[in-house]
């Protein structure tokens, strides 16, 4: 109490403290770097990773882009080539004139190398840059290259689709917030009883989110995915916290003539309740830390720190905003929309065996969907964005004229005699869908002695340590095809170089899709032993966390198995995320029932009266609370161009409504069914149980 009456007390200090802290939160905002390519959360001992860095390190060679330029004369092409040269952090441009002078016809060149790199109306030039693939120096001088190249020019790579990505984050992610907060607040003027009060809800979780966007500042950076959905979820997740209190200190007002005493008790009621249920969230987010595709674990802190600046925000800043604004608050009021529950609540238990059939018949394809969803979840990052993006259609390009989806980097040891690595560039070559493998050895030829070449063409491709290769494949990134391929080749080069390195996007990608099948396990374990020892705690009981977590686990396979029948391919971080902040945000309704069910039957109320009663008090509540998750991310679903933003707000839009269903509907049934053996499995019921059995045997007797 000491603590709810200090908060009364200092009000005012607390909100200017608040406010100034916005300063530095701002400074932090502004400070802290967004991380847009997914590929640099993979471990860092995998051997694409450690590739990656030698490349770097050896040759100061990072990102890689072809640049297809069309219905150009090649002088023109050789003075495009010397500007885009001239660009900052540009390391080398690979042509026709970084061999041979333009004296010498094209056609001269051994028509496999000609045709590889020339069409009929179009050339192929690749670009290495000093700056690794999502560097900011690097977006920018990708930038600059579109600029230099103009409309005949199309740049493709990884550093093009994450500059695009960038510039789409960026112009949408304030709409984002403004189309969650609009839809959040017109739920809350729906189903709450007051017109004001959703605008101070808004500005105490609006300085909330900053203060977490801030703090993100002691990271380092974080993912564009992080920024662009942590203000939306916190919004989500926290606004139920401003509604238990507001509800708290209406209750209070009643027993109490003066309205900083209501809110004293209010706060301390609510810090109890708030507490409990913000934990299993916490857990739900902290259990993405175990995933060791690291940008989960990037994800995961900044929600759980967001939950708890929630929980903080609703117990200090909300309840001096709320007395400062008492009389146009209460002024405001008006009767909520929701009416008394009873009659629905008594109809649902009247017919609960129909909910427990309907629960057993959606269960097995409910679950078949859900485990063929994760089988056909897509990991290309390309296909996240719109058809109209420059990267897409510069893809679409070398595809079309090239017939080239992909290209990988081969790093060998320069002690590798040369008889070998043609031998092994020649079994390459045979490889299903690769088209060409480039080194020095396939450009010079088995006749011409790679000592006449000038030094400047060798350093290209070799340092001291490794010769570079590359190896242009006709299959797409993250392709079972390409896949297959990238095994096939790893295994020819160990052969020939036990510590040679196979690395570029599609490695990476198939690095990721292995990684990503063993976190989906282990976070998916990890978040339902967490959530479940945590509802055994706090309603000390055996049984009630197997159903609780089966009622909401039963929500998640609905949810996440409606791809599959649907026809829908997820982006592959969907399922991971959306399954534990699922399980996290929405077992707090099936909590509040089933307390409230606990205290009826504790009470002496028969099992039917008690679940009843429960269903009565809570579906107000659930209603909110579920409304308001849907409401803040299911118009960011419907307006967002980046794919991977909208389908995971519009899992978590359709997870929050399947899970208050299932709440609502199920689990009073299973409540009715089960309720002999929570009795028995329960600490607080197991009198419940007995003082039965005595009546049962003084009415036989």
Request: hydrophobic fraction near 50%; charge should be negative.
């Amino acid at each position: 109490m000491r603590f709810s009456k200090a908060v009364v007390k200092y009000r005012i200090p607390i909100l200017i403290l608040t406010v100034l802290l916005m300063i530095p939160a701002v400074i932090g905002i502004a400070n802290t770097r967004i991380n847009y390519d997914m590929l640099n959360y993979l471990p860092e001992d995998m051997d694409t990773t450690i590739g990656q860095n030698e490349l770097m390190e050896d040759f100061g060679k990072g990102a890689f882009s072809f640049i297809i330029v069309e219905d150009m004369p090649n002088k023109d092409v050789a003075t495009l080539k010397a500007k885009i040269e001239q660009v900052d952090h540009v390391d080398t441009v690979i042509w026709y004139d970084t061999l041979f002078d333009l004296s010498v016809p094209m056609e001269l060149l051994p028509d496999k190398i000609y045709t590889e790199f020339n069409t009929d109306h179009s050339t192929m030039m690749a670009v290495f840059f000093d700056s690794s693939t999502s560097a900011d120096i690097t977006m920018d001088a990708i930038r600059e290259i579109r600029a230099l190249c103009g409309k005949q020019c199309y740049v493709s790579g990884m550093s093009a689709l994450v500059t695009d990505l960038k510039d789409l984050c960026e112009q949408e992610e304030p709409i984002y917030v403004g189309i969650a907060v609009a839809l959040a607040c017109g739920a809350m003027l729906l189903f709450l009883d007051s017109w004001l009060v959703p605008f101070v809800f808004l500005a105490s979780i609006g300085m909330m989110i900053l203060l977490n966007l801030g703090s993100n500042i002691f990271m380092g950076e974080i993912s564009y995915i992080t920024k662009a959905l942590s203000a939306v979820l916190q919004l989500a997740v926290t606004m139920d916290y401003s509604i238990f209190l507001w509800e708290s200190y209406n209750e209070q007002r009643v027993n109490y003539s003066d309205n900083k005493e209501a809110m004293a008790v209010a706060i301390q009621k609510t810090l109890t309740s708030v507490v409990g249920s913000s934990i299993t969230t916490v857990a739900g987010f902290i259990s993405l830390c175990f995933m060791s595709f690291t940008m989960g674990r990037d994800l995961g802190i900044v929600m759980a720190k967001g939950v708890l600046l929630g929980v903080i925000g609703c117990v200090t800043v909300l309840p001096a905003l709320i007395l400062i604004l008492d009389k146009p608050l209460q002024k405001t009021k008006h009767k909520a929309l929701i009416p008394n529950m009873g009659k629905f609540a008594k109809g649902i238990v009247k017919v609960f065996p129909v909910f427990l059939v309907i629960f057993a018949l959606l269960v097995p394809p409910a679950y078949y969907g859900y485990s063929k969803t994760n089988d056909e979840v897509y990991y290309d990052m390309g296909q996240c964005l719109p058809e109209d993006m420059e990267y897409v259609i510069a893809n679409s390009k070398l595809a079309e004229d090239f017939n080239i989806a992909s290209t990988h980097m081969l790093l060998i040891d320069t002690d590798v005699p040369t008889k070998n690595v043609r031998k092994m560039i020649g079994e390459m070559e045979q490889v299903d869908g690769v088209k060409y493998v480039l080194g020095l050895e396939s450009v010079v030829g088995s006749r011409v002695p790679e000592e006449i070449l000038p030094n400047s063409v060798v350093e290209i491709l070799k340092s001291d340590k490794w010769e570079l290769m590359l190896i242009n494949s006709e299959y797409k990134v993250a392709s079972d095809e390409v896949n297959e391929q990238i095994t096939q080749l790893n295994a020819i080069l160990k052969r020939y170089d036990e510590g040679g390195m196979l690395i570029g996007e599609a490695p990476c990608m198939k690095d990721m899709i292995e990684t990503t099948a063993h976190d989906f396990k282990v976070v998916n374990a990890v978040s339902i032993l967490a959530i479940f020892l945590i509802i055994a705690l706090v309603e000390k009981s055996v049984s009630l966390p197997f159903i609780l977590i089966a009622v909401i686990e039963f929500a998640i396979f609905i949810n996440l198995g409606l791809p599959h029948y649907l026809g829908q391919s997820l982006p592959f971080i969907a399922p991971i995320c959306i399954s534990t902040i699922q399980l996290g945000a929405t077992v707090d309704y099936a909590i509040l029932t089933t307390t409230r069910y606990k205290a009826e039957r504790v009470a002496g109320a028969q099992k039917k009266q008690a679940v009843w009663t429960a269903l009565t008090a809570s579906i107000p509540s659930i209603i909110i609370s579920g409304m308001g998750l849907f409401a803040a991310t299911f118009g960011v679903a419907l307006y967002s161009n980046i794919d991977i933003i909208s389908a995971m707000c519009m899992l978590m839009a359709r997870g929050a409504v399947v899970s208050m269903l299932s709440v609502i509907f199920i689990l009073p049934a299973l409540l009715l069914l089960c309720d002999g053996l929570v009795c028995v499995t329960t600490l607080d019921m197991r009198k419940i149980r007995k003082s039965q059995n005595r009546t049962v045997e003084v009415t036989s007797k």
